[in-house]
Each structure stands twice: as C-alpha cells, then as structure tokens.
C-alpha cells in the first residue's frame, strides 16, 4: 500500500509529507485548544510556543546536519518551503517547551503525550509516502536539443536522477539553477527533463535565463511523467543502479535533500 505523492487542493500542490505533516500539527493545536478549555488554559499558548520553538529547533537541526549543502548557499537556510527539518531535533524542543510551561501538571503530560502521539503517527504513514521500489519501465527516451533521441537504458548499471521540469512551473524555475551546479559536481548523472513543450520553448527559457543546456533534454509529450505517475511538477526521480525507481520527490528540493537522495540511491545495493 503507498500514499499519493501529493495532495491537490485548488490550484495548490503539496507534496503527500508536508501535507501530512501540516494535518498532524493541526491536529495537535486543536488538542491544545480543547484541554485549553476544559481544564487548562495554559495548554493552548504552550502548545503555540511549543510548535514554533519545535519548528525552528528542526531547521536550526537539519541545516547543521547537512551544513556542507548550506554553506554553498547560505540563505536557502531561508527556504523552509523546500522541507529539511530534523524530527528529534524539533520533537525535544516542543518537549522541553511545553514542560517548561506546563510544569509537571497532568496537562503536560498530555500535551507530551500528544506530541509523541502525532510525531510517532508521521513516522508511521511516511514508511508509505514512499513508493515501493519499482522498475523503470524499458523502451523510455528523451531528446536532446539538437533532436536525438537517447534511450534511458543508456544510463543502465548506474544511478541515475531525473528532474521533470516545465518553463511555466514557478518553483521548477527556483531550482533549476541548483540543479545544473549541482549536476556539474555530481557523481549521479542528473537530467533535466522538459516535460510537455515544445524544444522552442524550452529553448528560450534558457537562453533567457542564461542556463546551460549540455544537460537538458526534452520529453514533449510528457510520457515519463505519466507513466511514473508524476503528480506535478517538479518531479524529481531517483533511480538506482539496477533500474530501479526507488523514490519520487514531488515538488522544489534543497540542495541537501537532493544529496541525500543522491548518496541513498549511490549506495543502494544491487
């Protein structure tokens, strides 16, 4: 069994674990809210305090952890939209918060029991937000922008990533520049691929945005997002050295997120 890899909510596509997450912090807000009521009314602004020092608690932890990709850029530390957040880092915080505030009152030991409760229930539905490795199905090609077509199975026998990307797509167009710098020190091939336009198109975006297009390659009739099952753009592939699919990433990606997966899929075993 696996989970959607986004949610669609009007025009709003958010990748399956944030949108998770955003429902199990709701979630605790309103327990909060309710014990707040019914039997202490310090439990709704503890529970305030602890989810915002818990917040920063985890960035403050995953930029440490992944400093090298940081210190490249460091004001993507800013970027907290494209995910990176250290669970135990965040959930000790939001402990500590609320005990600070609670004291060892029968409230706090709910409002701890909540947080277990919601932080162990994220751990359990992400196991499924990620898809059971698959087969990346043979006969895939793309094009390069002088019209050749390069058949996937070219990469056989090494990891591989590939990045499904559009010109209209706003948070395709932030990455991309990680991407190619990224992709020019990687020891993984990572393919740009423009999905469902035309090579003019592509074309002028880069030449608009003074990208280079050694690693670009066109797919415009989108047909690997549809059969990975991409639910938006971007959609970032991370395939092994056996061909296998072993994660889908559905919207913008930090450059520590990206060398994660990367060095995941680069020591996967055959």
């Not at 309103?30 to 960035?59: N, P, Q, T």
């Not at 196991?127 to 996937?152: D, E, F, I, S, Y």
């Not at 010109?167 to 991407?179: Q, V």
Request: glycine share 8%.
């Amino acid at each position: 069994m696996s989970l959607p890899q986004a949610v669609q909510i009007g025009p709003l596509l958010l990748a399956a674990d944030r949108a998770l997450a955003l429902v199990l912090v709701s979630v605790f807000l309103v327990i909060a809210a309710i014990l707040a009521r019914k039997y202490d009314a310090s439990a709704e602004r503890a529970g305030w305090w602890a989810l915002v020092v818990g917040l920063v608690a985890a960035r403050i932890g995953y930029v440490v952890g992944n400093w090298e990709a940081f210190a490249i850029e460091p004001a993507s530390i800013l970027a907290i939209w494209q995910g990176g957040f250290s669970l135990p880092a965040g959930v000790a915080a939001a402990v500590l918060v609320t005990l600070r505030f609670l004291r060892l009152r029968t409230s706090s030991l709910v409002m701890v029991g909540a947080i277990l409760g919601v932080t162990s229930a994220y751990i359990g539905a992400s196991h499924l937000l990620r898809p059971a490795p698959r087969p990346l199905p043979a006969g895939l090609a793309v094009q390069t922008l002088t019209g050749k077509h390069v058949n996937l199975s070219a990469w056989r026998g090494r990891p591989l990533v590939i990045n499904l990307w559009a010109s209209w797509c706003l948070p395709c167009r932030r990455e991309m520049p990680m991407l190619i710098d990224t992709a020019l020190r990687s020891p993984v091939p990572i393919l740009l691929v423009n999905s469902g336009e035309e090579r003019a198109v592509a074309e002028r975006f880069l030449v608009a945005n003074r990208l280079p297009d050694d690693l670009v390659y066109l797919d415009d009739t989108a047909s690997l997002a549809t059969v990975i099952g991409a639910a938006g753009y971007p959609a970032t592939i991370f395939i092994d050295a056996a061909g296998k699919v072993k994660s889908v990433h559905v919207g913008e990606l930090s450059r520590a997120m990206l060398a994660e997966e990367i060095k995941a899929v680069r020591h996967e075993r055959r």
